[in-house]
């Protein structure tokens, strides 16, 4: 990964569309891997207010290893992917897809337990110490299906520049957001038109 200490791309507006953001420079043809390690996947749980900072601290001290727990998260973000470019393209999603997210939200559910909680309700959800390496890909996992279900499809926008796989979630007023950022994408394919209608 990046040496940059945020090297994440936070235009989605959800943690489950920022999931879907760490592969940056998508679609080309040398896409950057933010997800290298288990630690990139901490810090991307952390910064996205996924999980706290008390836990990304202990997972930290955990070490290095969790390769595979990445790997998992990679495939998760590339399940949710191609269900997102299926949404954009007016297509149904593959149920291969689905069922692959289905699987993993299932086991984010299973990963907590009910606490007894002083405030406000009568218990509290808590992550289970023994899949403790694994929480960050479940509360990726939850966030996943929080966009899913909650989320209306028409807000969930791709990047309007041809050379941009961005997704993010249109808050605009009258939903006429075009790209992931104005500052970016917007202003070069600005450029981009012009130059094609002045030549």
Not at 89 to 112: F, G, N, T
Not at 158 to 163: I, T
Request: a positive charge; proline letters at 5%.
């Amino acid at each position: 990964m990046s040496g940059r200490a945020n090297p994440f791309e936070w235009s989605g507006g959800h943690p489950a569309l920022d999931l879907v953001n760490t592969l940056d420079e998508r679609p080309s043809t040398a896409p950057i891997e933010n997800l290298a390690t288990h630690r990139d996947l901490t810090r991307f749980a952390a910064l996205a207010g996924l999980i706290d900072n008390r836990t990304a601290a202990r997972l930290r001290q955990l070490g290095s290893s969790g390769s595979h727990i990445a790997k998992r998260a990679r495939k998760l973000r590339e399940h949710l992917h191609d269900v997102l470019a299926a949404a954009h393209a007016r297509r149904p999603a593959r149920q291969s897809d689905l069922d692959a997210l289905s699987a993993a939200i299932q086991a984010a559910h299973a990963a907590r337990t009910l606490v007894a909680s002083p405030s406000p309700g009568l218990a509290d959800r808590r992550w289970s110490p023994a899949l403790a390496r694994e929480i960050p890909l479940h509360a990726c996992a939850l966030a996943i299906e929080r966009l899913l279900v909650d989320e209306e499809r028409k807000r969930i926008r791709k990047c309007g520049a041809f050379d941009c796989d961005v997704y993010y979630l249109d808050t605009s007023k009258g939903q006429r957001r075009q790209w992931c950022s104005m500052i970016g994408c917007g202003n070069r394919e600005k450029q981009r038109r012009w130059r094609c209608a002045t030549h």
